[in-house]
């Protein structure tokens, strides 16, 4: 077994990596802590809607919801024994999420590691799908839609993506709907399992206590060297404007709530992922952070209260500026935001608030690494999309007032903004744009 070993020793953090004889490719992250966390994510997401193999002509049409529901159905097994069932007898607690870009299975525990290292490649590598138990399922996820639909957070969220974008499916729920998950066939769900689960499009990220042999040894007893299928997506055909300006909704809260997005540029392969986004965190930092003059301006004013926060999101093929809280005037915050970026445009920041955001962006990094839970799932979402995690600290430091600047200019569109508001129930304001 052939290993690298990274460190970097201004954060005092070293990855261990290697890639097993499966495909898989393994990070490690070695901690003295108790508790060691491991999570396997597999690069197959609500976004990923149509596929076909390299061998195939015809792409393969996925239902919005199949990567959510595929992930609750790999917990079962042809024993009949759930792998939350298996967990329990070794003291582990599992969980598992759906992402736009991946699914994630992961566990944490203070003992008993390789046994639940080996759980956890078999629960991804060996599905078990029936027609009564898919059928159950739809039931069991309906359930769990409704709940998303009273959730005021998540309707925030994903109204906002829907104001933002015209056809890239990251404005579909991802767990689809009660009608979309009602066409999930045991057969699609095999497939697709054939398809995405392959060891060489998952990563396997561990933090803790543990040694690379260690780790080898439980993948030797678990996976196989199959030969991995060639995938192709169907690209988005996304248009560079917005779908509409303006989204609102009515649910139990005591206040409004919004997230106003920006639309940004679809990302250039060739940018570097870490550093775009270490840019962004900068600007926003200056733009909207608590120390600033904008928030403290209108905080002051009662246009905006202490629940505020903002940041840049981004995957292969979208991104987008958020910039989200609570305002007794919502539609007050959009032209607020716009007037604020057209404000830095022309006079930027000085050095002493450059330097100031970027000590709090290098700061939040390190805080990062704190726990085994945070690094490995950063760790598998970094690696997921061909980046070390581990640079990104020397990124920030590297970034520059002209690299910001830079960035200021080729987005952060006024016409390409959109604002999402959750109203109080009864709400007595102007139009609600649906």
């Known amino acids: 077994m052939k290993t690298t070993v990274r460190t970097n020793p201004a954060i005092g953090e070293t990855i261990i990596s290697f890639t097993h004889s499966s495909g ?55 024993s009949g024994e759930n792998a939350f069932e298996r967990y329990a007898l070794t003291g582990a607690e599992a969980n598992a999420y759906t992402t736009f870009e991946r699914t994630a299975f992961q566990f944490s525990c203070t003992e008993n590691f390789d046994e639940n290292l080996s759980i956890l490649l078999d629960l991804v590598t060996h599905p078990y799908f029936t ?22 957070d998540w309707q925030l969220q994903k109204n906002l993506l829907d104001a933002l974008y015209v056809r890239n499916p990251v404005k579909i729920d991802i767990a689809g709907t009660a ?99 270490a840019e962004h965190a900068i600007l926003l930092q200056m733009m909207f952070g608590q120390s600033g003059s904008f928030y403290c301006d209108a905080y002051e004013s009662g246009l905006l209260t202490d629940r505020f926060d903002f940041g840049y999101v981004n995957s ?4 987008y500026i958020s910039v989200e809280g609570a305002a007794d005037n919502p539609d007050a915050v959009l032209p607020a935001v716009l007037a604020e970026i057209e404000k830095r445009r022309e006079v930027f920041f ?65 016409d390409t903004a959109a604002i999402s508001i959750v109203f109080p129930r009864n709400h007595t304001g102007k139009d609600t744009e649906k």
């Not at 999930?184 to 399992?193: A, D, N």
């Open 24 to 78: 898989l490719p393994v990070y490690i992250n070695p901690k003295p802590h108790a508790t060691a966390f491991a999570v396997i994510a597999a690069k197959f997401g609500s976004c990923d809607t149509a596929f076909r193999l390299s061998s195939e002509k015809r792409f393969t049409s996925v239902p919005d919801g199949t990567a959510h529901f595929l992930e609750h159905k790999l917990f079962d097994s042809e």
């Open 316 to 319: 292969r093929d979208w991104s």
């Open 350 to 414: 000085t050095d002493e608030e450059f330097s100031r955001a970027k000590k709090v962006v290098y700061a939040s990094e390190l805080l990062a690494y704190t726990g085994t839970a945070d690094t490995a799932s950063r760790m598998s979402a970094a690696a997921l999309e061909g980046c070390d995690i581990l640079d990104y600290a020397d990124i920030i430091a590297s970034v520059t007032p002209e690299d910001v600047r830079k960035r200021l200019d080729s987005g952060y569109d006024p």
């Open 179 to 277: 009608g979309t998950i009602a066409g999930i066939t045991p057969e699609l769900l095999y497939r697709v399992h054939g398809a995405f689960y392959h060891p060489s499009n998952m990563v396997l990220c561990i933090s803790g206590n543990v040694t690379p042999e260690q780790v080898a040894a439980v993948c030797d007893a678990c996976l196989t060297a199959d030969p991995a299928p060639d995938i192709i997506l169907l690209p988005s055909d996304e248009p560079e404007r917005i779908n509409r300006r303006r989204v609102t909704s009515e649910l139990e809260v005591a206040q409004p709530l919004f997230a106003v997005g920006i639309k940004e540029p679809v990302p250039d392969p060739s940018d570097n992922d870490l550093r775009r986004s």
């Open 131 to 152: 027609s009564s138990s898919v059928k159950k399922e739809t039931g069991i996820i309906c359930q769990e839609i409704g709940m998303y639909d009273d959730d005021p």
